[in-house]
Nanobody
């Protein structure tokens, strides 16, 4: 089992940057693909980005490519989401998730473990 704890959220002005972190417990972190999702009230959880167990493959939502970058450090059991040029519409609760699958999934059902989320608010 993997336990995930997100951090790094907060309030930022439009155009600013934030880096989210997701710390994982357990010795098997490096065997999981990891993903970031986000959710706003009344909407479904939305795929943001995913990264393979080795970090060699990444995938991002088309609308976020060029602004958001996912990375991981298996020695630190941590996955990151670097968010640049933030916009008010990026305001959401951001969740990290772990998947036992080899493929980089974009659907919530493809992930086995979830963190509690961290709030990101972008002011205009």
């Amino acid at each position: 089992q993997v336990q995930l704890v997100e951090s790094g959220g907060g309030l930022v002005q439009a155009g600013g940057s934030l880096r989210l972190s997701c710390a994982a417990s357990g010795r098997t972190f490096s065997s999981y693909a990891m993903g970031w999702f986000r959710q706003t009230p009344g909407k479904e959880r939305e795929f943001v980005a995913a990264i393979s167990w080795s970090g060699g493959r990444t995938k991002a939502a088309n609308s976020l490519k060029g602004r958001f970058t996912i990375s991981r450090d298996n020695a630190k059991n941590t996955v990151y989401l670097q968010m640049n040029s933030l916009k008010p519409e990026d305001t959401a609760v951001y969740y990290c998730a772990a998947s036992k699958r080899v493929s980089l999934g974009a659907a919530t059902g493809e992930y086995d473990y979830w963190g509690q989320g961290t709030q990101v608010t972008v002011s205009s």
